[in-house]
């Protein structure tokens, strides 16, 4: 379930995933309410392009680490891929 920035206090919490677009950031949102994952979604700016970088903005889902494992495990499954650091 959505969740403010406010529930999760001041913990740490885990980058699980980066929507690009907004169709694949309502299906993660969708994917992660039905399996009632408590997330934080905040837009925010990557790098994208391929021979031209430019800045976008995406849909940025969080979780605490207790539920990441959870939460990448039902990405794979549906078949998106979890954001992993340095990649």
Known sequence: MRREPEFFGEAELALVYVARKLKEALRVEDLLTKAELEYLVEPDK??????????????????????????????????????????
């Open 46 to 87: 990557f790098m994208g392009g391929f021979l031209f970088r430019r800045e976008l903005i995406g849909a940025f889902f969080y979780v605490t680490p207790e539920s990441e494992v959870a939460t990448r495990d039902l990405l794979a499954r549906e078949g998106l891929r979890a954001y992993v650091a340095g990649e």
